[in-house]
């Protein structure tokens, strides 16, 4: 199972993100935004990120950049309300792995963080 890093301005949906993976068996933290997820990853060392895109202050775009520098081999997995076209290549271009838009069946998570983790 993996390390996973929810990073979600929404605390409800982080939270439950965060349970579902938990009783999956992986090792789960939620936090709420960019510097809270900076100072989560030093502590958690993330196998795999999962990062909203429209986080306040500090987007996931920028979030993304700044978690790489912090733990290198971290997998990141946007999971955002944004669809379009130009909102997963922007993604892509940001180094993120995969882009899944909300909401997102826990299934399709588990199974997006068991093709990433190693």
Known sequence: MA???VVDDNVDSADMIAE??????????AVYDGPSALAAAGELAPE?????????????LELAG??????????????????GDHDRAASHAAGFD???????????LAARIADLAP
């Open 48 to 60: 795999v990120a999962l990062v909203d895109l429209g986080l306040p202050g500090m987007s996931g």
């Open 20 to 29: 579902a993976l938990t009783a999956l068996g992986h090792s789960t933290r």
């Open 98 to 108: 995969a882009h899944l838009v909300k909401p997102v069946r826990l299934a399709d």
């Open 66 to 83: 700044r978690l790489r520098d912090a733990v290198a081999a971290v997998r990141l997995i946007a999971v955002t309300g944004r669809s």
């Open 3 to 5: 390390r996973v890093l």
